[in-house]
């Protein structure tokens, strides 16, 4: 968020988050690697001292009015023909990852409630969905075409917003309704273990309701101060921050498709589109990319994820084109394009200031070097610039923008737009655009000479000083005696 330079108060933006529970997460992911008919009753079984006992259930198995932790002779007898499968916990939480890295499209701020959730933060961005019910709708859409069951739920805490997918009716709900709705709720609903369930119980405790206003003193003398800390936490009194899966990246800018991208040369132009956005941006405080991802979002849940690295900080949209395009040619695998892509996303992972040395300046410019030495120190002098030793050549000197010198380098953009126009003004509208092709094609073979020319330099044999040296005789010639005058 961007603060007016006049503003005296600052007002944090009201948080917002999403929970999603995974109330089918074994079966569903049992189911959709093996097809069976979904309506069929289907049980999860795990070992629990030395006893098969009943750990996750579909949705059909839910109507037989099973319950988890039974021991599966009493489910064989009471349904012979029921399916069941062995738990394998690894592979439910590899799938939650996969789940949580597809949900990264709505937010980057993605973190797991293992074992069978994910929570979303989804603070300002819930608009560009058409608002948080018409975003929370889309998830479970999405996933319900993924073959996912979910359960969802908005609040203003992640702990309501967790209680309320798992406990509640409600589906959405403002601050100014936490007490309230979560108040019917079961203890359970507060992320408690089911050992403190049953000693709350046991003391008549069994809603949310009824330590809501209890004095603090003794629930925390007798059941310790966590209890009370997550009720704290999901009335909002005390901070909950999620952790974020996948780090944030500092930079970041993504294009949405209403029809499945199916080119790989579409692909790449619009991450030179992307990389344009994010040059912008980067310019403005003064920093390059070193490393950059690019995540591609398939219609049928699959993500795939490409990175590379630069040398030294960079922002130029066509080399960082060049980098992906050449990344793309060395995939040893087909990039799989599936259904197609539906988002796809630039991030800049890593940045750094970004700095120029003087002689690529020199290059870049094709002003001499004696000329921009003088410049560079008049506008050292002013404070525009800093002059700093170049990261990877003790030697020379590199320079970036300084605050003030970026402050006047916005300042001048309009005059120079302004100059531009009036150039072209004289030209007719199509002729403009031909100029405009003609030179970017001169800047390129510009630009393509000049990182040809060093090679050719070091390529060149040196000569020695003094000329061209003098042939020398062939062999059984005779030298000439000089004669005395």
Not at 68 to 77: E, G, I, N, Y
Not at 129 to 151: K, P, T, Y
Not at 398 to 404: D, P, R
Request: with cysteine.
């Amino acid at each position: 968020m961007h603060m007016n330079a006049n503003s005296k108060t600052h007002t944090p933006p009201v948080r917002r988050y999403l929970a999603i529970w995974f109330n089918h997460l074994s079966t569903d992911r049992i189911e959709r690697a093996h097809s069976p008919r979904r309506s069929d009753p289907r049980i999860v079984v795990h070992e629990v001292k030395g006893a098969l006992r009943l750990h996750a259930m579909n949705a059909g198995a839910q109507r037989l009015v099973l319950r988890r932790t039974m021991p599966l002779a009493d489910v064989r007898a009471m349904y012979p023909a029921i399916a069941v499968d062995t738990a394998d916990e690894a592979a439910d939480a590899r799938l939650l990852e996969a789940i949580s890295d597809w949900l990264s499209r709505y937010t980057p701020l993605v973190g797991l409630s293992p074992p069978d959730g994910t929570m979303l933060d989804i603070t300002g961005c819930a608009h560009l969905f058409g608002g948080e019910d018409a975003m929370r709708r889309d998830v479970v859409r999405r996933l319900h075409e993924q073959g996912l069951s979910a359960r969802t739920a908005i609040a203003g805490t992640p702990g309501a917003a967790w209680a309320l997918s798992r406990y509640g009716e409600r589906r959405n709900i403002t601050d100014a309704e936490l007490k309230e709705t979560l108040q019917p709720l079961p203890l359970a609903a507060l992320q408690l273990d089911a050992a403190k369930v049953d000693a709350l119980a046991r003391v008549g405790l069994k809603r949310v309701a009824d330590i809501m206003d209890r004095p603090r003193a003794p629930l925390a003398a007798r059941f310790g101060a966590g209890l009370l800390q997550r009720l704290d936490r999901a009335l909002g009194l005390d901070d909950e921050p999620i952790t974020p899966r996948l780090p944030v990246a500092p930079y970041l800018s993504e294009r949405n498709f209403l029809e499945p991208v199916m080119h790989e040369a579409f692909i790449l132009q619009t991450i030179e589109h992307l990389a344009a956005d994010l040059s912008r941006r980067m310019e403005e405080r003064g920093e390059g990319a070193r490393t950059l991802q690019v995540t591609l979002f398939r219609v049928d849940g699959a993500v795939r994820r490409l990175s590379v690295a630069t040398s030294r900080p960079q922002r130029d949209p066509r080399a960082l084109h060049r980098l992906f395009r050449e990344r793309f040619s060395s995939l040893t695998d087909e990039l799989d394009l599936g259904c197609g892509f539906d988002v796809i996303r630039l991030a800049v992972t890593t940045a750094e200031k970004a700095e120029i040395a003087q002689t690529d300046l020199v290059s870049a410019t094709g002003i001499d070097r004696s000329t921009l030495a003088d410049m560079i120190t008049r506008m050292e002098r002013r404070g525009w610039i800093i002059r700093v030793t170049a990261t990877n050549d003790a030697r020379a000197n590199a320079v970036t923008l300084a605050a003030s010198g970026r402050a006047t380098f916005t300042a001048c953009i309009p005059f120079a737009k302004a100059a531009d126009e009036a150039v072209l003004e004289a030209l007719p509208r199509g002729d403009r655009k031909a100029l405009m092709d003609l030179l970017g094609v001169l800047s390129a073979a510009a630009d393509k000479a000049a990182t040809k020319a060093p090679r050719a330099a070091k390529k060149a044999p040196a000569k020695k000083a003094g000329g061209t040296p003098p042939k020398k005789p062939p062999r059984g010639a005779k030298k000439k005696k000089k004669g005395r005058r």
